[in-house]
């Protein structure tokens, strides 16, 4: 074992071959690890996300709330003669909703994404389509 190392040492060329093999392999379980451990984003993350998207690229149309439910609104709104039905869950914008749930049935202002027009929001921590405020 003593007479291959002192091969590669009295080779430089290839002392330095396999320093650089070494660091490229620690660099790529580095990045293997630090993907791995990497935090995914929670659901609730990614629907803020969401509707973030929508408030600052969506295009606004008119709808109506059909019905308030405990922690949802189910709307419907129109988008190029075709009529959409969705509901939102308003779990994490409670603050944002008026006291009486009742006031918010009616006309409302949605935003919804032109390239697929059912991906849609009435309400976001930045911009509420809720027009009749109590």
């Known amino acids: 074992m003593p007479d291959s190392w002192a091969g590669l040492t009295s080779k430089p060329e290839y002392l330095w071959g396999a320093i650089c093999a070494f660091a490229a392999l620690a660099g790529v379980i580095a990045f293997v690890i630090?993907?791995?451990?990497?935090?995914?984003?929670?659901?609730?993350?990614?629907?803020?996300?969401?509707?973030?998207?929508?408030?600052r690229m969506g295009k606004m149309g008119d709808g109506e709330i059909i019905d308030v439910e405990t922690a949802s609104i189910v709307y419907?709104?129109?988008?190029?003669g075709v009529v959409y039905t969705a509901s939102q869950d308003l779990v994490a914008l409670q603050s944002l909703l008026p006291r009486d749930p009742m006031t918010m049935v009616g006309s409302v202002s949605v935003k919804f994404d032109p390239r697929n027009p059912a991906n849609s929001i009435v309400l976001c921590e930045d911009w509420t389509g809720l027009r009749n405020r109590a």
């Not at 419907?76 to 190029?80: D, I, T």
């Open 34 to 55: 630090r993907n791995y451990l990497r935090r995914r984003p929670t659901p609730e993350e990614l629907e803020r996300r969401r509707r973030a998207t929508l408030h």
């Open 76 to 80: 419907s709104y129109s988008v190029a």
